[in-house]
């Protein structure tokens, strides 16, 4: 005699046997990340209840995206290799060039610095200081002491903002740099 009770058994009985056979054909790193997926989708489940059909049903139809591309996936490896090898020829570009532009300029003698000796000249009421970009805080680590890029940018590489940041920068920053309210940046001293 069949009832629900059976019924749901063997639906459960059926899951858990094509659970254990996925789970064996998984390597351990794998895994470790079902049991955690598994874990945080009980605990979503004894919270929200009723609300995770939804959510259920779009990481199960991740997960059949994820099958079909790994059954797919043999085929379209090799164009994917290609196309990786591709994207970090164009980087390993994009940095020489950087260094080339680098080289260009010379440690001590970039366009900024000269603009900032130029601009000191004037005095400080004719100065207008702009912010300093990431891309110019690139030029800090061969940048002179005492420098508008210097005073302007961290150790990191980043622009200065406030006025905590400036002062507390180490290195000799609070006696060569001050912070700029008017034109909210670091500066050297003299500016």
């Not at 998984?26 to 489940?45: N, V």
């Not at 779009?58 to 090799?78: F, I, M, V, Y």
């Amino acid at each position: 005699v069949k009832g629900p009770l059976i019924d749901a058994t063997d639906v459960y009985l059926q899951r858990k046997e094509k659970y254990e056979k996925s789970m064996h054909n998984l390597d351990e790193g794998e895994r470790k990340q079902h049991r955690l997926i598994h874990m945080m989708r009980a605990s979503l489940k004894k919270k929200h209840g009723e609300h995770m059909k939804e959510f259920q049903d779009t990481l199960d139809a991740d997960l059949e995206d994820l099958n079909a591309s790994k059954a797919g996936g043999s085929g379209k490896s090799e164009e994917g290799d290609e196309d990786e090898n591709g994207d970090e020829d164009e980087n390993e570009d994009a940095e020489d060039e950087d260094e080339d532009d680098e080289a260009e300029e010379g440690p001590g003698n970039s366009a900024e610095e000269e603009s900032s000796k130029k601009e000191a000249s004037k005095g400080p009421s004719s100065h207008k200081a702009a912010a300093l970009t990431k891309k110019d805080c690139k030029k800090r680590k061969t940048a002179k002491k005492g420098t508008e890029i210097w005073c302007g940018c961290n150790t990191n590489s980043e622009p200065i903002s406030t006025e905590d940041t400036c002062e507390d920068q180490g290195g000799g920053r609070k006696e060569e740099c001050k912070w700029s309210s008017e034109a909210s940046v670091c500066l050297p001293k003299d500016k």
